[in-house]
């Protein structure tokens, strides 16, 4: 079975600049998070989405982040425009359903604002 | 909210020996998960082992154990015989509302090197 693939690997952007991730979810997962991991701390969750609705966008910088997850599958992360404080690893992951279903997580893009 | 305390950032042991993690957490919910998740340098999150808070037993999975004190919330990993492939970065996790498993308070995370 295919993991929760994540592209790109690695991006250097300068300040101010937009950036975007993506993610492909294990396949018939509905549930998909995303979380920002800032060097040498836990991840934080950015966003939850169940099928292309939003769950949960309570800890996402709205004034700079943006998600969409289309049809329920594949989801992109945007940053426009990006802050130093953006640089961090950026997490996907998804779960079958929203409980008492583990959650498996991408290898993440690490970012590099400049 | 709840919050995950990891008061270890760094760790080191030698191979073939035993080691333990701390983890101490608050949460309002009466049945709930607790997780550790080992993050190697490739940066994939790996469950190691899960803890159901209402089962007294604590979980072992193969060299990994832990010792779970729920009046204490405290939640700490044993890993026994380590192995150079143990070296990675150590996460206990805690799901929101007790059972949302990918919806997760993450502590901050502490550093285990395994020597040869």
């Known amino acids: 079975e295919a993991g929760v693939a994540q592209s790109p690997r690695y991006k250097i952007i300068e300040k101010r600049q937009s950036v975007a991730f993506w993610c492909n979810p294990i396949?018939?997962?509905?549930?998909l998070y995303w979380y920002q991991q800032i060097l040498g701390q836990g991840p934080k969750l950015l966003i939850q989405f169940q099928n292309n609705g939003v769950v949960d966008d309570s800890q996402l910088p709205k004034d700079r982040f943006s998600a969409e997850r289309l049809k329920g599958v594949d989801s992109t992360l945007k940053i426009q425009p990006a802050k130093l404080e953006d640089s961090a690893v950026y997490l996907c992951a998804s779960s079958a359903t929203l409980k008492n279903t583990e959650a498996f997580f991408g290898q993440g893009t690490r970012l590099t604002v400049v | 909210a709840q919050t995950v305390t990891q008061s270890q950032p760094e760790m080191s042991v030698q191979e073939a020996e035993t080691v333990t993690l701390s983890c101490t957490y608050d949460?309002?919910?009466?049945?709930?998960?607790l997780f550790w998740y080992k993050q190697p340098p490739s940066r994939q999150m790996i469950l190691v082992i899960r803890q159901e808070a209402y089962k007294q037993q604590n979980a072992t999975e193969n060299r990994f154990s832990v010792n779970f004190q729920k009046a204490a919330k405290s939640f700490s990993l044993k890993i026994s015989d380590s192995q150079l492939g143990d070296t990675a970065m150590y996460f206990c996790a805690l799901p929101h509302g007790g059972t949302s498993y990918g919806k997760l308070t993450f502590g901050q995370g502490t550093i285990l090197t395994v020597h040869p």
């Open positions: 949460t309002s919910e009466s049945n709930y998960y």
């Open positions: 396949s018939g997962h509905a549930t």
